[in-house]
């Protein structure tokens, strides 16, 4: 684990508002080992992954959130999942190489304006009964950043901001969300905590987004909040990991179903299925494809890591 990979919150002094900012090498670096390296892409991608560690720290929960960005031009698919131990992982499907033209999301993504992002909660595996959470809004801003924030403007009851930013050895990101007024003597009073506001966005906004990716996130604080020192409350390491295993992908071929299966067999003389997230091949030959739909029992044998 990198000591820089961190997700951190912070308090404005007067307490109107929250800051997260999270800061992510390795856990980045692993988490795009096998995938494309088409440079714009990527930025998008590593912006997602950004996007999802600061909404997954704003959130009180114990599953996983996925963020997805589905699109008809040369991207299909953004994928991330950020689960609720700050542990990530994320995959790009293309539908052919961006052409040198094509960067920027609306290009890449939203030729055609019907490009959609798609919020999931999943509940964790330990409580399959719970019902996931699903929101999806039109993909509406030129930046991974505006469409986050447009769809928070619908969905959250707080005022909220986020800048990110990405490149192939880095990618960070910051959230500023107003906090919920109580009238309590420990806060300020709201006409305050408005000035406070505007005050703490026109700060952030004079944060480029090269030197949000270049420095790290103390550098980043005090340089923004010096005159106001901000209060520091927890950090997260974040890392990379994939929860994938033989069994799930036993229950996928299961749900293909035995004609299914047996042709692929028959076709290429075993199942193979590679993990879109890390790359892991698992192979069925002949006798563990029969084998998948006799017992009905979960499919035993040790993963592969
Ligand atoms: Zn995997």
């Known amino acids: 684990m990198n000591a820089s990979d961190q997700?951190?919150?912070f308090l404005l002094q007067d307490k109107s508002a929250r800051v997260i900012a999270t800061s992510i090498e390795q856990a980045w670096q692993d988490a795009i080992t096998?995938?494309?390296n088409s440079e714009p892409v990527l930025q998008l991608l590593g912006e997602l992954v950004a996007a999802a560690t600061l909404l997954a720290a704003n959130l009180k929960f114990d599953g996983a959130l996925l963020l997805q960005m589905q699109g008809q031009g040369a991207v299909k698919l953004l994928v991330v999942e950020c689960r609720h131990d700050m542990t990530i992982r994320a995959t790009v499907k293309l539908r052919r190489e961006p052409q040198i033209h094509e960067t920027g999301l609306q290009a890449l993504l939203n030729a055609d304006q019907q490009g959609r992002f798609?919020?999931?909660?999943?509940p964790p595996k330990d409580q399959p009964t719970r019902q996931p959470y699903q929101g999806v809004v039109p993909l509406r801003g030129d930046t991974v950043a505006e469409v986050l924030?447009?769809?928070m403007g619908q969905s959250e009851q707080l005022l909220t901001r986020i800048w990110l930013s990405a490149r192939p050895d880095r990618v960070?990101?910051?959230l500023l969300q107003r906090m919920p007024y109580d009238g309590g003597q420990d806060t300020v009073d709201e006409a305050q905590a408005a000035q406070s506001w505007q005050t703490a966005e026109a700060i952030c906004e004079t944060i480029s987004s090269e030197e949000l990716v270049s420095i790290s996130t103390d550098t980043l604080l005090h340089r923004?909040?010096?005159e106001s020192p901000v209060i520091n409350l927890e950090e997260t390491p974040i890392a990379w990991h994939c929860g994938c295993d033989r069994s799930r992908v036993a229950g996928?071929?299961?749900?293909?179903?035995?004609d299914e299966v047996n042709s692929i067999v028959k076709e290429q003389g075993q199942v193979t299925v590679t993990c879109e997230f890390c790359g892991t091949p698992y192979v069925f030959d002949p006798i563990?494809?029969?084998?998948?739909?006799e017992s009905g029992l979960p499919d035993s044998r040790p993963t592969l890591h």
């Open 7 to 9: 997700i951190k919150k």
């Open 34 to 36: 096998h995938q494309t």
């Open 118 to 122: 798609v919020v999931i909660l999943n």
């Open 149 to 151: 924030e447009d769809y």
């Open 172 to 174: 960070a990101g910051l």
């Open 224 to 226: 923004l909040f010096w």
């Open 252 to 258: 996928m071929l299961r749900s293909l179903g035995v």
């Open 288 to 293: 563990d494809a029969t084998a998948l739909f």
